[in-house]
């Protein structure tokens, strides 16, 4: 038998089209569709589906109606996936409030189960169709109008999401907690104060704390605070009274696509970190398009907000209409990022002044990572990636150093 391209199989699982197959996952899967699209009815043919309800069991032919009541149906941990059918329409009003659903025959309704809040740990959300047939989410209403992510090992791909009011500050938001005087013992968290919400589904991080350890309930207290908890019976471990911190950690955004209605109907940032360390590490951002149109706001697409590790921003393309001197990418500050995987971003910036950097501002002098192969245009004479003193390294970078628009540019170092 002759020997194939992949003697050694898919040991990260295997996907089609960016579609993970079924049977390389080890959790179960669930189906999401309101479009007005689908049947009504059962008919003859049973393999026609009929418009989504929450309270269907989320088969291929009885879907659910929102993302948020098929991660009610996962699992932390268990590897699940929430396949959304093409052309599925939801609307983020609010920050973890009620928001209108498409139902099936084409008006809004409002669904009390409609709640969108990453709230699951370790489940897969993949959008299905090409182009105008993707599922999409339009954040209106308020400013404030936002997904919590509250579970970690999330991963959404191929989900377009829409800016409908002005300046939405965040389409995502990373939510954690600190837990002081903390102990496990096997599988059991006892916590002392919580500052901030204990989310099940989110990862710890502590003295002696195994990396990876989830927690999977509540068990006893005050819900989200003071109490105890269940985690993993896959990470067995001792820890006797320190400060914990609980976060959504590994959280995934691939494939996606990030639109502006006009220049006033506008996503200011795509992803807001916690205020607590190391509770977004892990994160990753690829193979995203970010079309921004807004001129009323300071956009740049991510924004840490706490030190970070092992985050991965690659091949993304993305252009901004904003001419406002602010980083494209990153929003740094004095935060330390450590192994920051910045490289192949295509961005266009008309920036006028380079002084904080095009790709990311940063006053700190303890980050550590490479960006490399970005190439990054903007209306500035001198162009700077990221300030002096960060510690990162830099390779292999595409800048325009003319100034003037129409014109390529030079491979350049950080500071040229």
């Known amino acids: 038998m002759p020997m194939t391209n992949f003697p050694y199989g898919f040991a990260s699982g295997l996907s089609v089209r960016g579609v993970p197959l079924i049977q390389a996952q080890p959790g179960n899967a669930f189906w999401v569709d309101n479009s007005p699209g689908v049947s ?103 400013a404030g109008a936002n997904i919590p992510v509250r579970s970690a090992g999330v991963s959404i791909q191929n989900v377009v999401f829409f800016g409908g009011f002005a300046a939405v500050a965040s389409c995502f938001t990373a939510q954690s907690a600190s837990c002081a005087t903390s102990t496990i013992v096997g599988t059991t968290l006892t916590t002392g104060a ?54 959504p950690q590994d959280f995934n955004l691939e494939g996606c696509e990030f639109r502006d209605r006009t220049s006033v109907l506008n996503l200011v940032t795509v992803f807001t970190g916690s205020a607590t360390a190391n509770m977004t590490d892990g994160f990753r951002f690829a193979n995203n398009r970010v079309s921004s149109l807004g001129t009323t706001a300071a956009t740049t697409v991510l924004k840490p907000t706490a030190a970070a590790d092992r985050w991965v921003v690659k091949n993304n393309f993305i252009v901004q209409a904003a001419v406002n001197d602010t980083a494209s990418l990153i929003t740094g500050g004095a935060l330390a990022l450590t192994n920051l995987d910045v490289g192949g971003n295509v961005i266009h910036r008309p920036n006028t002044s380079a002084t904080g950097g095009l790709l990311m501002t940063s006053s700190s002098t303890a980050c550590t990572g490479h960006m490399y192969d970005n190439y990054v245009w903007s209306l500035t004479a001198t162009p700077v990636i990221v300030a002096t003193g960060t510690k990162l390294a830099f390779t292999n970078n595409l800048l325009n150093n003319t100034g003037v628009a129409d014109k390529s540019g030079l491979v350049l170092p950080a500071t040229a």
């Not at 396949?83 to 920050?95: N, Q, S």
């Not at 709230?119 to 090409?130: D, E, K, P, Q, R």
């Not at 999977?216 to 989200?224: F, H, I, K, R, Y």
């Open 40 to 142: 009504g009815g059962t008919g003859p043919n049973p393999l026609r589906s009929v418009g989504g309800s929450d309270n269907n069991p989320g088969t291929f032919t009885r879907p659910l109606a929102t993302i948020q009541q098929a991660l009610t149906r996962c699992s932390h941990g268990n590897g699940d996936i929430i396949f959304v059918k093409p052309g599925h329409i939801e609307t983020v009003i609010g920050a973890g409030t009620t928001q209108p659903v498409y139902d099936p025959s084409g008006t809004i309704t409002v669904s009390a189960q409609s709640t969108l809040a990453l709230n699951t740990g370790g489940v897969a959300i993949i959008g299905l169709g090409a182009g105008a047939n993707r599922p999409e989410i339009h954040f209106t209403t308020a």
């Open 194 to 247: 919580v500052t901030g919400t204990l989310y099940p589904g989110a990862t710890l991080v502590g003295t002696l704390v195994i990396p990876g350890t989830m927690v999977l309930a509540q068990l006893t207290g005050t819900t989200g605070g003071t109490g105890t908890y269940l985690v993993d019976t896959y990470h067995y471990t001792s820890v006797t009274s320190t400060t914990i911190t609980a976060g």
